[in-house]
Nanobody, 122 residues
């Protein structure tokens, strides 16, 4: 099992930027794909972005394409989510997740972090 810890959330005005980080510990020697998901109040958890272990392939939800960028630094066991041009509808708790293969669904990941709150004001 791998432990994941998110950071970097906060309150930002619409149009602003935030960078989320997710640090992994534990079974970090495994080649794990990483994903970001978010959950807004009253809504189901939804896919945001994912990256393969080597970083060569990235995947995005349509709603964030062109605004968000996922990246990783395997030497630091950390994955990032750069969020630009934020909108009020991006407000949610953001979670990172890890598993052996990349996926864009919640069931595709076994290990999850505790989440970090992102609030975008209009």
């Amino acid at each position: 099992q791998v432990q994941l810890s998110e950071s970097g959330g906060g309150l930002v005005q619409a149009g602003g930027s935030l960078r989320l980080s997710c640090a992994a510990s534990g079974r970090t020697g495994s080649r794990l794909a990483m994903g970001w998901f978010r959950e807004a109040p009253g809504k189901e958890r939804e896919f945001v972005a994912a990256v393969t272990w080597g970083g060569g392939s990235t995947y995005y939800a349509n709603s964030v394409t062109g605004r968000f960028t996922i990246s990783r630094d395997n030497a630091k066991n950390t994955v990032y989510l750069q969020m630009n041009s934020l909108k009020p509808e991006d407000t949610a708790v953001y979670y990172c997740a890890a598993d052996r293969t990349v996926a864009d669904i919640v069931k595709g990941y076994d290990d999850w972090g505790q989440g970090t709150q992102v609030t975008v004001s209009s």
